[in-house]
């Protein structure tokens, strides 16, 4: 089975960087549309950025200007630079292939900005 995991999350001061990274068993993110999505207590879960297997991306207007997405191989990355507090949440990668009826989650990184 394809398994995704996530690391790079930690504590920021506001302001600070973090690029999280989400790798695959696979070799699989060359055909795959990979998602980060986001979820703070008490809030929903939040699709933050996402990425197609032709490197189209598009991202949260919340993020738009400071996170990044890239994939390479079996690792997609997310780029988070001038984090602040609303940022903070557990963020989880998430592979989507439609037509092989594949959609795989990681466990998650958690993400903390705070001074």
């Known amino acids: 089975q394809v398994q995704l995991v996530e690391s790079g999350g930690g504590l920021v001061q506001p302001g600070g960087s973090l690029r999280l990274s989400c790798v695959g068993s696979?070799?699989?993110?060359?055909?795959?549309?990979v998602n980060w999505y986001r979820q703070a207590p008490g809030k929903q879960r939040e699709l933050v950025a996402y990425?197609?297997?032709?490197?189209w991306t598009n991202y949260a207007k919340s993020v738009q200007g400071r996170f990044f997405i890239s994939r390479d191989k079996n690792s997609v990355f997310l780029r988070m630079n001038n984090l602040q507090p609303e940022d903070t949440a557990v963020y989880y990668c998430?592979?989507?292939?439609?037509?092989?009826?594949?959609?795989?989650w990681g466990q998650g990184t958690q993400v903390t900005v705070s001074a």
């Open positions: 998430n592979g989507v292939k439609a037509s092989a009826q594949i959609d795989v």
């Open positions: 990425i197609t297997d032709s490197r």
């Open positions: 696979e070799d699989i993110f060359s055909t795959y549309t």
